[in-house]
């Protein structure tokens, strides 16, 4: 606890505290499966071989409940408190804007609400707080470039990154190459949710697609490895080019763990020991009910 600690790879609509969304709930008529906050924290856990739609289900709840500019502030707010209360002393939330437009907030204003609550948890706590924009793979693609433009138009009042995530199976990245240019050529960071559930060649794409600064999981980038002894014996060509560009991954265990992956088996010490730089990270913290500290 006593360590200061940095966070890169964190949904903000992954870590709303369940009693939050209990009550804004109440407020704006969404219906929840209960209303006590244990059992809400317990319906969010999603566990491993619960179908994809199941899973995203609990995201649409909360997506739901953050359709206001005083939601999207509070929750903003409360996630950097969340993260302090680690000893979390910068951290990067991701969200895609463009979710939360039902309520008929423009998507400025919606980048507006959480700048400014992120701003209150860090004038509160001491911890920085930043965001990545992200785009969801299985949308039009010109929406993915819409939600590129407004991270480059806040880019300096609280944007640092632009993000792919979504339906990797079926939606490659290179879908989105035009969005990647324009965030690049407006100078933002680039990350790709890859080799998350999908395998190496979801990564090769994303690194040809988007010429990323870090890689979202990259789990199964061990694929692409020789594994002998409890150590990676080589490196394949997809792996060798994240090692060797220097690639980051935003490891999220328990995240994985939830999918199918126990924590001891996943390859994230091999890949330190490899040379591949790797950082931990909660991912979703109420949807898979962890911690940074756990982590």
């Not at 219906?31 to 491993?48: G, S």
């Not at 289900?57 to 209360?85: K, T």
């Not at 002998?228 to 060797?244: F, K, M, N, T």
């Not at 390859?267 to 020991?273: A, G, I, K």
Request: aromatic letters at 4%.
């Amino acid at each position: 606890m006593d360590q200061p600690k940095i966070v890169l790879h964190d949904h903000l609509d992954g870590g709303v505290r369940p009693q939050t969304v209990i009550e804004l709930a109440r407020q704006t008529g969404v219906e929840l499966p209960t209303n006590d906050a244990a059992e809400l924290a317990e319906w969010f856990t999603i566990v491993p071989d619960m179908p994809f739609a199941e899973a995203w289900q609990r995201f649409e709840v909360v997506i739901a409940v953050m359709q206001s500019a005083d939601a999207l502030e509070r929750i903003a707010r409360e996630a950097v408190e969340d993260l302090a209360a680690d000893g979390v002393v910068y951290a990067e939330l991701r969200f895609a804007p463009l979710n939360h437009l039902e309520g008929g907030l423009s998507a400025d204003e919606v980048l507006a609400a959480v700048t400014a609550g992120m701003a209150q948890g860090e004038a509160a706590t001491g911890c920085v707080a930043r965001t990545i924009v992200c785009a969801i793979r299985e949308n039009d693609p010109a929406e993915s470039v819409v939600a590129a433009e407004l991270a480059v138009a806040w880019k300096g009042t609280g944007v640092v990154g632009f993000d792919l995530a979504g339906n990797e199976f079926d939606f490659g990245a290179d879908l989105h190459t035009a969005a990647f240019a324009v965030a690049q050529a407006g100078g933002l960071g680039i990350t790709v949710h890859a080799g998350e559930m999908s395998g190496p060649d979801s990564i090769a794409t994303a690194l040809a697609a988007a010429h990323p600064d870090r890689i979202g999981h990259g789990l199964n980038l061990i694929r692409d490895c020789v594994v002998s002894d409890g150590q990676i014996e080589r490196l394949g060509p997809i792996a060798q080019s994240v090692r060797d560009g220097g690639l980051v991954l935003e490891v999220c265990l328990t995240s994985n763990d939830c999918l199918g992956t126990p924590i001891a088996d996943h390859p994230v010490r091999l890949y330190h020991d490899a040379g591949i730089a790797v950082s931990v990270n909660p991912d979703d913290r109420a949807i898979t009910t962890t911690t940074v500290l756990r982590e």
